[in-house]
T-cell receptor
């Protein structure tokens, strides 16, 4: 059974600081996805990582995937308040074409 | 217009009632999914469908049923609603890379 764990689950940080959210998963997969959810809203796709070593960046967010370590990171650079949201990683079960989601990381960025 | 729509957006019902949640998409994707979201638990897969004739149970299908009426439509039914089915329900579609696109969600309360 595939398990996906995010760390930390809650993160409060100041504007301008850097931080990283970690996503570990338990079985072989080479596809990982990051989503953002604002309170009361739906999930918005941020990054699609489809191979070992994949790195993608959008603005102050950068995501990477290490399939050998079964680890993805979402790095936030010089955080701004608008990045406050809950971030989910999700892993594609190999061959099953369905996703298993982590618990989510609630990020709060304070002025 | 939104690519994935859900109706209703909010519903309050009583224990024992039958409820149908509807999902429509204009993305032209074959794959569709139903998830429920509970605080602290991330998203959990209820049912998924790879085409009109292919429907599969997810990790929490008990108490739910689905119907894939067409490529664009995927409905979720609660045959006899119970209070612990109170949750936020999301429909999603996926592209060939399994990137998923979510509807706006249906907030269901069972009294």
């Amino acid at each position: 059974e595939l398990k996906v764990e995010q760390n930390p689950l809650f993160l409060s940080m100041q504007e301008g600081k850097n931080y990283t959210i970690y996503c570990n998963y338990s079985t072989t997969s080479d596809r990982l996805y990051w989503y953002r959810q604002d309170p009361g809203k739906s999930l918005e796709s941020l990054f699609v990582l489809l191979s070992n070593g994949a790195v993608k960046q959008e603005g102050r967010l950068m995501a990477s995937l290490d399939t050998k370590a079964r680890l993805s990171t979402l790095h936030i650079t010089a955080a701004v308040h608008d990045l406050s949201a809950t971030y989910f990683c999700a892993v594609d079960m190999l061959g099953a074409q369905k996703l298993v989601f982590g618990q989510g990381t609630r990020l709060t960025i304070n002025p | 217009d939104a690519d994935v729509t859900q109706t209703p957006r909010n519903r309050i019902t009583k224990t024992g009632k039958r409820i149908m949640l509807e999902c429509s998409q204009t993305k032209g994707h074959d794959r569709m999914y139903w998830y429920r979201q509970d605080p602290g638990l991330g998203l959990r897969l209820i049912y998924y469908s790879f085409d009109v004739k292919d429907i599969n149970k997810g990790e929490i299908s008990d108490g739910y049923s689905v119907s894939r009426q067409a490529q664009a439509k995927f409905s979720l039914s609660l045959e006899s609603a119970i209070p612990n089915q109170t949750a936020l329900y999301f429909c999603a579609t996926s592209d060939p890379d399994n990137e998923q696109f979510f509807g706006p969600g249906t907030r269901l309360t069972v009294l």
